[in-house]
């Protein structure tokens, strides 16, 4: 699974190298080292504001925790979909076969449980690269003109690089791969170990309203 991310990275930069639009002036995000649940962040995706219409490939800020039309508004809403089942879920399914989106991360958090508690490490490519996250999204509107786009984080088991902190990951993308993703292909693999760096960090990530470069930063263990 994947509970907390963080994205510092200038908008702008990541969709030169990518190929796609940038946020709107309109729609500025400000960098975040502790992304929670129901925080609004930038995804990239192919798909136009009308069901299964197509579009360039731009950024727009979408909401954590999906929610598809049918279902009513919830404080429960997931944040990641079992990319093995995600084919065949309700919750999901839809999502998966018309409304696929990115989202870029610096990296993202994990709890191993110890006889200490349970402990946050932080994850990041070796070669520091920007994470891609597969994901899907849904649009949402209300009986009173409420309207709002909401995705999930696939997850998938976890490889080498990960497995002893916890036995699920975010599915991985390379840059390469994007493209492919965004138009419908089925790239639901395990991504390749020695990929994956990780770290303690400080338990002040607990804290939603904790935020900053420094949560991110490694501290002293007992490992």
């Not at 940038?22 to 009308?50: C, D, H, Q």
């Not at 999930?152 to 088991?157: G, P, S, V």
Request: hydrophobic share 40%.
């Amino acid at each position: 699974m994947c509970g907390r991310f963080a994205l510092s990275q200038p908008i702008e930069e990541m969709a030169e190298a990518i190929g796609a639009e940038s946020l709107s002036e309109f729609t500025p995000f400000t960098p975040s080292w502790n992304i929670a649940p129901t925080r609004w962040v930038p995804v990239v995706t192919e798909n136009g504001l009308t069901q299964r219409s197509k579009a360039p490939r731009h950024f727009r800020l979408m909401r954590w925790g999906l929610r598809p039309q049918w279902s009513k508004a919830s404080t429960h809403e997931p944040t990641n979909a079992r990319s093995e089942t995600i084919h065949e879920k309700p919750m999901f399914k839809h999502a998966w076969s018309h409304r696929r989106c990115v989202v870029p991360a610096d990296g993202w958090y994990e709890w191993m449980t110890t006889v200490q508690g349970k402990v946050p490490w932080y994850h990041q490519r070796i070669d520091g690269g920007t994470c891609w996250l597969a994901a899907v999204w849904e649009s949402w509107s209300s009986p009173e003109g409420d309207h709002i786009e909401t995705f999930a984080l696939l997850t998938i088991e976890a490889n080498d690089d990960v497995k002893e902190v916890h036995n699920r990951m975010p599915l991985l993308l390379e840059q390469d791969q994007i493209g492919a993703y965004l138009d419908g292909e089925d790239l639901r693999t395990q991504p390749a170990s020695m990929l994956v760096d990780r770290h303690v960090v400080a338990r002040d990530v607990n804290a939603v309203a904790n935020d900053g470069a420094h949560l991110t930063h490694a501290v002293p263990t007992l490992w």
